[in-house]
């Protein structure tokens, strides 16, 4: 696989939807490194993963990964000999007890789910590791009770700090220095406790300047009779600094030495975050397991394209089994690139263990390579065209594929003159034929499409058009060919049935008309009469107004040479001259744009006909046999 074929496919785009399901980023790690595989067995494996996880969801239990984050940098720094701080050691513990649980809950789930909880049978506990670290640790501070020796220097630092406290109150309430004092309270600077002493007064208070305030008009004093006692607080203090570090180095080293099933807990953590964000994707889309093969056959079953969610039409599709290549025809925005898309993305999606949303029935071929060649790959910055940059890509393509490939191609041959590049994307696809790949392209170029029909290994598909509202449908058809619609139409917009006839033939026989026209019979400019200027505006569809009735009709035939115009009034077709009605409304202010005007009329003259029948009019029967045998010719 190539990063081409994965922008392309938008195969990365929907990774990342996936990855948003992912409870830690050790799941989201894996999603990320995910690619997919073309061996049969590991993509069973993955599918029936996803599948078991499903069952497990559909519990409606939840999935204990509370707590349970990333402790890869704690391991790092655990490898690199530095000592864990109390809150990396809490996150350890949590990640542990997360362990625990999911070991718990997964082995109870082994009925639903063996393959999954099997692999619970690796997860290592370790509870008396938790128990020591919740113990010593609570709130990210070191406990008292983490040592006896720690106890005792912290209740020493007490007694110490409450001498002090009390030794300054009485400095504070003293007569003899409360002239002394700024105000009456204890502060503490540099670790050490001082009274604020105006300046004016320093050298008549016994004791060290530690301080001095931003205007100099206040100095901070640690009185001498508590000088002895913060010393010795500071010896405290360092003990406790040397103690606590023995209380985390001794943790540090209980989890240093099971570091490396530690390791394997965070592999199989991340690999059931990984497998339960595959399995609640599926549960959202809907999705089911395909069957699978390893020999090209792809046999979609109302297949969704899986980030167009519920806009997507269904898409029925097979090639591998009668025919390996499929040429796609059809309208411009008719669904074609979607096809080609859905295709390929539901395949890397098998392949990457991903549910897709399709009827059972469905089954998915692996490939060792998937090719597309989608879109306008035109740059600017390497002077390549449209077309230099499709024939760079399909070169490069040529040169790695084999019969294990699928190719996905987008108008094929297209970005050139139409008859040389018919002739090679003709070329192009005998020779992936040739080279044993499942091929699958669009094309406008009836040539192709001939091509394709005689060809024994070779399909037609066509992406099905309304005829009547010129709108495509987006659902494909296996064995057929796209009309030709730009004749069609041509037609509906009423043009003139000899030049779509002449197009016809010029299409099949490239024998075209070339004789010249006598001048001689040719109407002089100035023997041309010009016709009295009266209004003939009206046009098939405006609504107008029966002057004779005082109401309304539509308008079937604009005005012949004697100004008169057909108008369609109570279910019958009347002749009525242009000054005896008035306009209402156009029609193109009626009806949206490309509406067929015919439908309007259809029904009236099915209605006659049938009528005409029954009561065994003669007119009505050779006019239908007539019908009958131009349609044979």
């Given amino acids: 696989m190539n990063e081409i074929t994965f922008e392309k496919l938008q195969y990365n785009e929907l990774k990342q939807i996936i990855r948003s399901y992912c409870a830690s980023s050790l799941g989201k790690q894996l999603i990320d490194k995910l690619t997919p595989s073309s061996n049969i067995n590991i993509v069973k494996n993955r599918l029936n993963e996803t599948t078991e996880a499903v069952a497990v969801l559909n519990t409606n239990s939840r999935v204990p990964f509370l707590g349970v984050s990333n402790i890869e940098n704690i391991m790092q720094n655990l490898e690199k000999g530095i000592i864990l701080q109390p809150d990396d050691l809490v996150n350890v513990s949590d990640f542990l007890r997360g362990c625990r649980k999911i070991k718990k809950y997964m082995l109870d789930k082994a009925f639903i789910a063996p393959v999954l909880a099997s692999y619970a049978n690796s997860m290592t506990v370790f509870p008396y590791i938790e128990e020591e670290i919740d113990f010593s640790i609570k709130g990210n501070r070191i406990d008292s009770a983490a040592s006896k020796e720690l106890k005792r220097i912290r209740n020493n630092m007490q007694a ?41 007064y320093k050298h008549h208070v016994e004791g060290v300047i530690v301080d001095t305030s931003s205007k100099g008009s206040t100095v901070f004093i640690e009185p001498a009779s508590v000088s002895k006692l913060n010393n010795e607080l500071a010896v405290l203090k360092v003990e406790e600094q040397m103690e606590e570090y023995q209380i985390l180095a001794t943790l540090s080293g209980m989890v240093l030495e099971n570091i490396s099933d530690i390791k394997i807990n965070m592999e199989l953590i991340g690999q059931y975050d990984m497998v339960f964000a595959k399995a609640k994707f599926s549960k959202q889309t809907d999705g089911i397991e395909p069957k699978l093969n390893d020999h090209g056959l792809i046999k979609l079953i109302n297949g969704k394209h899986p980030l167009l969610s519920g806009e997507a039409v269904p898409l029925n599709f097979e090639i591998g089994k009668d025919f390996r290549s499929l040429i796609i025809t059809g309208p411009n925005a008719g669904g074609k690139t979607v096809v080609l898309k859905t295709i390929g993305l539901l395949t890397l999606s098998v392949m990457s263990g991903f549910h897709i949303t399709a009827d059972k029935e469905t089954e998915i071929g692996l490939f060792e390579n998937i090719f597309v060649d989608i879109g306008d790959n035109q740059s600017i910055e390497n002077a390549l065209s449209t077309f230099s940059s499709h024939m760079q890509n399909i070169a490069g393509i040529m040169q790695q594929a084999d019969n294990h490939t699928l190719l996905l191609f987008d108008e094929i041959g297209s970005g050139t ?77 009423n043009m003139k049935e000899r030049v779509l006839q002449k197009a016809m033939e010029y299409m099949n026989h490239k024998e075209y008309d070339l004789e010249r026209i006598d001048k001689s019979k040719m109407r002089k400019p100035e023997s041309v009469k010009k016709k009295p200027e009266v209004f003939t505006g009206y046009e098939k569809g405006d609504r107008v107004r029966l002057l004779e009735y005082d109401d309304f009709g539509i308008i079937y035939q604009e005005a012949d040479s004697y100004y008169n115009v057909i108008v369609f009034y109570n279910d019958e077709l009347v002749e009525v001259n242009v000054k005896r009605i008035s306009l209402e409304m156009k029609g193109k202010d009626l009806y949206p744009a490309g509406y067929d005007l015919d439908t309007l009329f259809e029904d009236h003259r099915s209605r006659k006909m049938q009528h005409d029948l029954e009561r065994g009019s003669k007119k009505a029967l050779r006019k239908i046999d007539k019908e009958i045998r131009k349609g044979r010719e």
Wanted: hydrophobic residues 40%; charged residues 30%; neutral net charge.
């Fill in 417 to 493: 003159e139409p008859n040389e590049g018919a002739a090679l994307a003709i070329a192009i696809l005998e020779e992936f034929y040739q080279m044993g790949c499942i091929t699958v392209a669009t094309t406008h170029y009836g040539e192709i499409k001939r091509f394709s029909e005689k060809h024994p290994d070779f399909m037609n598909a066509a992406m099905q058009f309304n005829s009547e509202t010129l709108e495509p449908l987006y659902k494909l058809v296996l064995g057929e060919s796209g009309e030709s619609n730009a004749l069609w139409i041509s037609r509906k917009m």
């Fill in 160 to 200: 110490v700090e409450a001498k002090m406290e009390e030794r300054l109150n009485r400095f504070l309430k003293s007569s003899a220095t409360k002239k002394y004092i700024q105000e009456a309270f204890i502060s503490k600077k540099e670790d050490r406790y001082t009274i604020p002493i105006k300046a004016a």
